[in-house]
């Protein structure tokens, strides 16, 4: 090879090289300040988000969260892929900042957020979906399922889901061909007398009512003031809070600049939130309480909170169990469901991929 075919191969490397990080580059700054994939783990937001969906969650919405962890691998999360061991460095931590936004959160928007409950940096932990039920400031409350933003009722989207009790005319079963007929993907049968469970939307239920087979079809619906100690809901307090999955609240959303009253009887609904989101030392002694060493009857909230939801009502981990989730775990918005494969399968599997689900909204 001549030497001007060598100097001629080194610059097509060199192009291909400088092509690659361009691209590197511009796919790293896309993904860390304007767009990320995630794939739906499980069924709590259904029918809206089913497990094996994927969807395009926005970052610019709301503003791209600057990283907390900015010493990382590219591209991962928490672990090193095939290797194992920590993908970032706990030794240079930036506090939190967001950029500017293009629109703030919106009442039954689809929000991506860290998991609160989760120990450890914020940036790192497990992404949880949701939607949005109440803003800070505001008054959340459940009345028999239905959800109440400051004394008003709120717009309910079409896609919730609630689990609904049925009985079958003479104790006929209801397998997977009837399940099949009618898409319902959970539930069974709770005794051998005709009873099941199935989760459906309300459309759904007054479809499934007329089925030669039904004799009975109701929601359920726990009432108010009954409090199962197989399903605690938080603040886990059932003496002073005696709330339950379809009756919650009223419970008031922490907004930053509040000034709220603490004692023993409320403290649980901001211990977590005094301690561990807003990094101060609470101590309890009898009826007294104490933030960073002084005694107080009050506390004045240094973040943004909100309430979240999942849409498969009676079957998801969401605020009623574990709070509010603070401004700075949100990630950003769910705008599109990109693609979805059924659990289990492959995407080359025969029948696997959900056509009718692929770039529909969310």
């Known amino acids: 090879m001549t030497l001007m075919g060598q100097t ?13 990080l361009i691209a590197f580059l511009i796919a790293f700054f896309l993904r860390l300040f304007i767009f990320e994939v995630n794939v739906i783990p499980s069924s709590s937001m259904a029918g809206s988000l089913v497990n094996g969906d994927y969807i395009l969650l926005s970052k610019i919405n709301y503003g791209p969260r600057l990283p907390i962890t900015p010493v990382a691998i590219p591209f991962t999360h928490k672990e090193i892929p095939f290797v194992g061991g920590k ?6 931590l930036w506090d939190y900042n967001r950029l500017p936004g293009l629109t703030g959160i919106q009442i039954n928007d689809v929000l991506v957020f860290n998991y609160p409950l989760e120990d450890g940096i914020i940036d790192r932990k497990e992404y949880f979906v949701k939607r949005c039920m ?31 009790s049925i009985i079958s005319k003479n104790q006929e079963r209801l397998g997977n061909a009837w ?15 005709g009873l ?7 459309e759904k239920a007054a479809r499934v009512a007329n089925d030669t087979l039904i004799k009975r079809i109701e929601k359920v619906n726990i009432d108010k003031g009954l409090v199962l100690d197989s399903e605690p809901v938080f603040p886990f307090n059932s003496s002073v809070f005696p709330w339950n999955v379809d009756n919650y609240g009223p419970i008031k959303v922490p907004e930053t600049g509040d000034t709220i009253n603490i004692n023993k009887k409320n403290i649980n609904l901001y211990k977590r939130l005094i301690e561990q989101y807003e ?14 060493g002084k005694i107080t009857d009050q506390y004045v909230v240094e973040m943004d909170y909100y309430f979240v939801m999942g ?12 709070g509010f ?3 700075d775990h949100i990630i950003g918005k769910a705008i599109l469901k990109i693609f979805s494969v059924k659990p289990g399968f492959k995407w080359y599997h025969k029948g696997a991929i959900r056509w009718g689900r692929i770039f529909r909204p969310v």
């Not at 990094?279 to 960073?292: A, Q, R, T």
């Not at 849409?311 to 009623?320: A, E, K, V, Y």
């Open 325 to 327: 989730v603070p401004e």
């Open 134 to 164: 109440a803003l800070p400031g505001q008054e959340f409350k459940l009345v028999n399922g239905k959800p109440m933003i400051n004394g008003d009722a709120a717009e309910i989207p079409g896609e919730i889901q609630y689990s609904y």
């Open 8 to 20: 001629k191969k080194r610059s097509q490397i060199g192009e291909w090289i400088l092509a690659f």
């Open 311 to 322: 849409d498969n009502r009676h079957m998801s981990s969401d605020s009623r169990f574990w």
């Open 196 to 202: 099941y469970q199935f989760v459906m939307t309300p």
């Open 279 to 292: 990094k101060h030392e609470l101590k309890i002694n009898g009826d007294s309480i104490s933030i960073d």
């Open 179 to 193: 399940m099949n007929k009618w898409g319902i993907n959970e539930g069974g049968r709770r005794n051998t007398k």
């Open 87 to 92: 993908s970032y460095s706990e030794k240079y």
